[in-house]
């Protein structure tokens, strides 16, 4: 029997290697790496979805939803390798969550369903693995009751891909009882091999059907031909119509699939545990090493390497630091950088154990290292810190203004939410002065939903959540003159201050200014900041309710007492004149106005086009993506208040994957019916 591990030089004794399990939310990701756990015999009984047992998932967030919100980590051996599994969120809402995820990995398996029409979902995801050359295998899986034509999902599949799609397999099939084709087993289009797939067991060798003849030769001569894309030797063997040796294309796919120029596609089953066998010799043979990978990386340097790739908080052991050890090896104790290391665990799901030790290329736990952050290299001083290829977040597009429920919760608020923020960082928090506002963002209502639970279940703190108030201005539209005074006489001392000054509009951003005309000392010096500052008293409520800008208020003249006077009675007095005169100068409401650009596959873009008008959008122009086959871009500038809820409706719209930017652009006037509605709210809100 050949053996492939051979032919591709690989050996064991070289460090564990890391594998990511990324692809769209319902997948079967985490059912994948049960199935893969299952199959290296890591696991005692094969745990599911459905009855809430697998080995990731565990978190109460992630149970209620059936959903994984943090990275699974498990570990199992193979042929006397060590594999970590890093099972990702799928969801686009936890996409940051994934990305640091994918840093830690030599590989990739992208895990898709065998449905030609979704495929556009994997787009975000295979761009970001091409950008950053993480190799990447597509593993389709529920091929068990798929009637798709492999053909015709490979076709789609490539036109998400910017790599040179590899089919691994093609499947066997036999007519079932119902007239519906059911898949039987496969053919190794290398070893052109014929397996059978059997019910919880590995799938049995027989012997090549003669009606697979023609799809295998086919398919094996377009795989042969992929790769010879990237070997000429290859390429002159086919074109002489000699048959190269298995070597060959083992050493071809391996080759190719570590430098990210293939991407080999395989079939199967999760939940049969159809195609496993064949998925783990795949990661055997051709997964890049610990240390090709720091390479890539560039994280090979002297002495022990460690980066954080996420952090955990958890209730009884505390902040713990998930990492990859790149280089050398870590021990209790031991110092790398900047770090003293602590206590080393192994993470199964959600089960801990202690370790002694930690090799280049294993996955570990480092517990109570409280200044260390993900993202965070640990070396000697030729390797630095965070990397230049550490993802950043990406831009909210979802915010909540959240409030603890118990008003002496603000200290421990912020500590739950500074552990929150460690965890993800895709989570913003911020705190709007003027409004008094504390604003959650993220990518989403499941994302911002499980960080409020979490702010309860976890740290006991309640907190409520509403929509953040629209930033709402007001100004004016024509000038006044005015005169103001404030007289009052108490007791001793009176009060006395009095002022005569201009109001005119402003054009859009001017703001709020002050000047002053005043001659022969009608308004001593020193009591002119106290006009000033009544004016900008009163500027931050208007007559509307709001604050007001783009007004200038000049102050021409006034008269004092020699006794009463102050600048405290001329704040007074300038209060009284804006109070009494900006009515009449026809205010008006102003609303902010977003310059939002939506990031869209092509089909979904007339969609979102009449979106963006049923929301009061302006479309400035639309163009296509540049380095996204298929997809659009499209500029609009949309009210802020037509915001809520919008990437709802663009993920809707767009196979869960559209997004877009935003950021404050113009205030622009609103009046009639929509102003009246505005002020409303501003009103119950407060
Ligand atoms: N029919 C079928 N269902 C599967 C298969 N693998 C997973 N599922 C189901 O798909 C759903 C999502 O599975 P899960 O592993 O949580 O997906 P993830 O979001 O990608 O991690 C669950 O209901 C699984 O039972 C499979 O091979 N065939
Ligand atoms: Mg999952």
Not at 104 to 110: E, G, S
Not at 364 to 391: C, F, H, M, N, Y
Request: aromatic share 6%; with cysteine; hydrophobic share 35%.
């Amino acid at each position: 029997m050949t053996n492939p591990a051979n032919a591709s030089g690989t050996k064991t004794g070289r460090g564990p290697r890391a594998v990511a399990l990324c692809g769209p939310y319902l997948s079967g990701k985490t059912s994948l790496m049960e199935s893969l756990l299952f199959a290296a015999s890591a696991l005692p009984r094969k745990g599911s979805v459905r009855e809430k047992n697998l080995t990731g998932d565990g978190s109460p967030e992630s149970r209620a939803r059936q959903m994984t919100i943090d990275v699974n980590v498990a570990q199992a051996e193979w042929m006397g390798e060590t594999f970590h599994f890093l099972d990702c969120p799928g969801s686009i809402e936890f996409q940051h969550e994934t990305a640091c995820t994918l840093m830690a990995a030599d590989a990739a398996i992208v895990v898709c369903e065998p449905d030609p029409a979704r495929v556009i979902g994997l787009a975000p995801l295979l761009r970001f693995l091409e950008e950053r050359h993480i190799p990447h295998l597509i593993f389709v899986n529920k091929m068990e009751n798929s009637s798709a034509r492999v053909r015709d999902l490979l076709a789609a599949l490539q036109t998400v891909s910017n790599r040179k799609l590899i089919l691994r397999q093609v499947p066997m099939r036999k007519a079932a009882k119902d007239g519906v084709e059911e898949i039987t087993g496969y053919v190794d289009l290398v070893s052109e091999r014929a397996y059978r797939y059997m019910p919880g067991r590995p799938s049995d060798l027989i012997e090549m059907p003669q009606e697979m003849l023609p799809r295998e030769s086919e398919a094996r001569r377009e795989m042969l031909e992929a790769l010879a894309d990237y070997d000429d030797r290859l390429l002159e063997q086919l074109l002489d119509d000699v048959a190269p040796e298995k070597s060959t294309i083992y050493r071809d796919l391996r080759e190719e699939f570590g430098k990210e120029q293939i991407v080999p596609v395989l079939l199967g089953s999760a939940e049969r545990d159809h195609g496993i066998q064949r998925l783990w010799k795949a990661l055997r043979h051709d997964v890049p090493s610990v240390t090709e990978t720091a390479k890539r990386r560039g994280l090979a340097g002297g002495g022990t390497v460690i980066e954080v790739f996420k952090t955990l908080h958890q209730p009884h052991t505390g902040k713990m630091s998930l990492a990859r050890v790149w280089q050398g090896n870590v021990t209790e104790g031991k110092s790398v950088g900047s770090q003293r290391i602590g206590a080393l665990y192994r993470l199964q799901g959600s089960s801990q154990s202690k370790l002694p030790q930690a090799e280049a290329g294993a996955i570990v736990g480092l517990a109570k290292l409280d200044t260390l952050a993900s993202g965070q290299v640990l070396g000697d001083e030729t390797i630095g810190d965070v990397r230049q290829d550490w993802p950043t977040p990406p831009t909210p597009v979802f915010s909540l203004t959240i409030t603890p429920r118990n008003r002496t919760d603000d200290v421990k608020l912020s500590a739950a939410l500074h552990k929150l923020r460690e965890e993800d960082a895709g989570l913003l928090v911020e705190h709007r002065p003027e409004s008094s506002e504390l604003v959650l963002s993220g990518q989403g209502e499941i994302h911002l939903q499980v960080a409020i639970e979490r702010l309860g279940n976890r740290y006991n703190v309640p907190v409520s959540n509403v929509l953040p108030k629209v930033a709402y201005r007001e100004t004016i539209r024509r000038g006044a003159r005015q005169h103001g005074r404030h007289k009052r006489q108490t007791g001793g001392h009176g009060q006395f201050g009095d002022v005569h000054i201009d109001i005119q509009p402003l054009q859009r951003g001017a703001g709020i200014q002050f000047n002053e005309t005043i001659v022969g000392g009608s308004v001593p010096r020193q009591y002119i900041p106290g006009v000033e500052a009544g004016v900008r008293d009163y500027m931050k409520q208007g007559p509307l309710g709001f604050p007001v800008v783009d007004v200038s208020v000049t102050l021409t003249d006034g008269s004092y007492h020699n006794v009463d006077s102050s600048e405290q009675a001329f704040r007074q007095a300038a209060r009284i004149a804006l109070s009494e005169a900006m009515p009449k100068c026809e205010p008006v409401l102003l609303e902010p106005i977003l310059k939002v650009t939506f990031q869209i596959p092509n089909e979904a873009t007339a969609k979102v086009q009449r979106l963006i008008s049923t929301r009061r959008g302006q479309i400035l122009g639309f163009d296509a993506r540049s380095g996204w086959r298929g997809w659009d871009e499209v500029s609009a500038l949309i009210p802020e208040s037509e915001m809520a809820g919008l990437i709802v409706e663009i993920r809707s719209l767009s196979f869960g994957v559209g997004t877009y930017r935003a950021e404050f652009d113009h205030l622009q006037e609103l009046g009639g019916k929509l102003a009246d509605r505005a002020r409303q709210q501003a009103t119950a809100a407060a």
